[in-house]
């Protein structure tokens, strides 16, 4: 089993900044690619970005140029630096990842954190 916890989280004023961390423990023998999701009230979770095992990245419009995903293959912690921050940007942030227990393991399972909250004020 494995799982995902994301820290980071809290109260910020507009145009200030947060790091968010996701560490994942458990039975990991490689992490395929890891993601950071958010669900603000009464919307849908959506993706705010993504990076793949060998460092390649996305990031959604709605955060590019103002969020970097980064990861740590050695720690198995995924991390999102948030600067410049809007309200709009509140939301409860979600890590994801693609884990494979084992070498012979060839499609990976998902898992998904808690979760940690994030709110802007004006």
């Known amino acids: 089993q494995v799982q995902l916890v994301e820290s980071g989280g809290g109260l910020v004023q507009a145009g200030g900044s947060l790091r968010l961390s996701c560490a994942a423990s458990?039975?990991?023998?490689?992490?395929?690619?890891m993601d950071w999701y958010r669900q603000a009230p009464g919307e849908q979770r959506e993706l705010v970005a993504t990076?793949?095992?060998?460092?390649?990245?996305y990031h959604a419009h709605s955060v590019k140029g103002r969020f970097t995903i980064s990861r740590d293959n050695a720690k198995n912690t995924v991390y999102l630096q948030m600067n410049i921050l809007k309200p709009e940007d509140t939301a409860v942030y979600y890590c994801?990842?693609?884990?494979?227990?084992?070498?012979?393991?060839?499609?990976?399972?998902?898992?998904w954190g808690n979760g940690t909250l994030v709110t802007v004020s004006s």
């Open positions: 994801n990842a693609v884990v494979r227990a084992t070498s012979m393991d060839y499609s990976g399972k998902n898992y």
């Open positions: 458990g039975r990991i023998f490689s992490i395929d690619d």
């Open positions: 990076i793949s095992s060998s460092g390649h990245t």
